[in-house]
């Protein structure tokens, strides 16, 4: 059974700060691989800095080209929104029946994990992988790793404070900001004028 990790986010756009994080846990965990899963626009919300949905998928695709165990999704562009993850990791269980899907995150969203929907359902399933994160509230130990402790695993991975609001703000009053995006996404946005 292939082990492989969900990277969920908007991507909006992706940066090496996702590229690190991603690319650590493929190497350095038990997961033989991680998607990127690509949030879609969620029609009740209004955002006008999120860039169309393959626009997104595109820049994902175009970063991880020359990384072999790092993949691109766009399933959840085909689900009902507005969309939950336990939807999709019931219908990815149900498309990919011999992998065993784990989700990573930072452990700031592990603090609020018990308000996700149906979260015990998704924890009962599936392992969750914690790559470190700064915040500022106080680090109290999450009623997640209290009540399943052998589903979480957290990793030393780098602490990358990059971001994709501040990528967006830096191009919009024309500041370089190539050395944070992999060449061809830099390249891609240029291109296409995007966040200007």
Not at 124 to 136: A, G, L, T
Not at 157 to 179: L, M
Not at 185 to 195: A, G, I, P, R, T
């Amino acid at each position: 059974m292939k082990k492989t990790g969900l990277f969920f986010g908007t991507f909006n756009p992706i940066h090496v700060g996702h590229l690190i994080i991603a690319n650590h846990m493929a190497e350095f965990s038990d997961l033989d691989e991680v998607w990127f899963v690509v949030t879609p626009h969620n029609p009740h919300k209004e955002k006008k800095t999120l860039l169309n949905d393959m626009h997104r998928y595109q820049m994902v695709e175009i970063a991880i080209e020359d990384y072999p165990k790092l993949k691109a999704s766009k399933i959840e562009f085909t689900l009902k929104q507005p969309n939950y993850t336990v939807i999709t990791l019931v219908h990815l269980r149900e498309k990919y029946p011999n992998y065993h899907f784990s989700l990573i995150m930072g452990e700031d969203n592990l603090q609020n994990f018990h308000k996700w929907k149906n979260y015990e359902s998704i924890i009962e399933n599936h392992d969750i992988y914690i790559y470190p994160r700064v915040f500022r509230q106080k680090k109290n130990i999450s009623k997640i790793e209290i009540d399943y402790p052998k589903k979480i695993h957290k990793l030393d991975a780098p602490i990358v404070e990059i971001s994709s609001t501040f990528i967006r703000k830096a191009i919009k009053v024309k500041k370089n900001i190539r050395p944070m995006l992999p060449y061809n996404v830099w390249k891609y946005l240029d291109e296409m004028n995007f966040y200007e």
